[in-house]
């Protein structure tokens, strides 16, 4: 499995906020590569036909109550039956806490044993949620990404056509910074595309003759954001003078990110373009879109009235 991508378990006690029962075992050491958990409650029953070892075990009610009622002899066979398994790790649901025989089975077969306080069944949904979303298809883009009246803009164009100072005067104008130059995307389902920052250049954006600004600082939290879906993609091109623009907007356009056709509009730069203006107009609009309205189509829609109108005045005459 190697080839594939995993996500660790000391990236997954970290977005889950686990306790780490095994603490001498290294968590950066141990992945898992599905985006599904295992509760092992036929398993501790002695079933493994068809076990997937290969998913996050998650030890809850059933579980726990199962195993108080048993024989220490009986618990101490259970668990080397189980963690001789290959298993990316165990978690304690509801505050329950592993006994000693069980930290001492995870660490002769070093798998990793977490806890958190939360409801079983709850927290199963949450991760599964988070596995999904590491585990996406991804591709890295360079480009801006803004949150605009919720809309996800991805700014794209050459370097040095003005991406980042059209995101700086969106910022200033309310909408909030998702990340500048480079935007790491992933596929969460057929439907979902979510842009985030590296960790490192995140709320950070570059400005040509000035430098580096922290956006969070400068600005304040509330014109930052750590992810957003990407709706709309908006490339900036250089004005040139023998180039068809679309006008009308009859028909959308599309970019294709991730086997997925994201609608995109090709704005061309020139001096005197209020570009920020032009981005919210965009997000609008697109938002107008998806609630079932288009412009375009609604002008089209009365000029055919009036020219209809037109002929029938005619006949009568």
């Known amino acids: ?26 968590l950066k050491q141990h992945k898992t590569y599905v985006a599904d958990v295992n509760r092992p409650a036929l398993q501790i029953a002695g079933y493994y036909d068809h076990f997937d070892n290969a998913r996050i075990q998650l030890i809850g009610t059933v579980e726990q109550t199962y195993l108080d009622k048993q024989t220490q002899e009986k618990k101490i066979e259970i668990y080397n039956q189980l963690l001789s398994y290959k298993i990316p790790c165990v978690i304690f649901c509801r505050d329950f806490k592993p006994d000693e025989d069980f930290l001492k089975a995870a660490e002769k ?13 709850a927290f199963m949904a949450e991760l599964i949620g988070v596995l999904n979303e590491q585990l996406a298809p991804s591709v890295t883009l360079h480009g801006v990404l803004v949150d605009v009246y919720g809309e996800g803009l991805l700014i794209t164009g050459e370097s040095g056509i003005g991406k980042s100072e059209a995101a700086l005067e969106l910022i200033k104008r309310g909408h909030r910074l998702v990340t500048d130059d480079v935007v790491e995307i992933r596929k969460i389902n057929e439907h979902t595309l979510i842009g985030t920052s590296p960790d490192i250049t995140r ?8 430098g580096i600004l922290d956006v969070k600082t400068l600005f304040g939290v509330e014109c930052v954001k750590e992810k957003q879906s990407i709706d709309l993609v908006i490339n ?25 056709q994201v609608v995109s509009h090709n704005l061309p730069i020139r001096p005197g373009r209020n570009l920020a203006v032009i981005c919210e107009a965009a997000a609008v609009n697109h938002r107008q879109k998806k609630m079932g309205y288009n412009a375009a189509k609604e002008l089209y829609r009365r000029v055919q009235a009036n020219m209809t109108r037109f002929s029938d005045e005619d006949e009568e005459e």
């Open 1 to 26: 499995m190697s080839d594939k991508k995993g996500v660790s378990m000391a990236k997954m006690a970290h977005l889950m906020d686990l306790k780490v029962f095994t603490e001498n075992i290294d």
């Open 109 to 121: 077969n070093d798998i990793p044993v977490m806890g958190t306080n939360r409801n079983t069944s």
């Open 203 to 210: 709320y950070f954006i570059e400005l040509r003759g000035i």
């Open 236 to 260: 900036l091109q250089t004005y040139k003078e023998d180039f068809q623009y679309d006008r009308l907007g009859m028909e959308d356009e599309y970019t294709d990110i991730l086997g997925m």
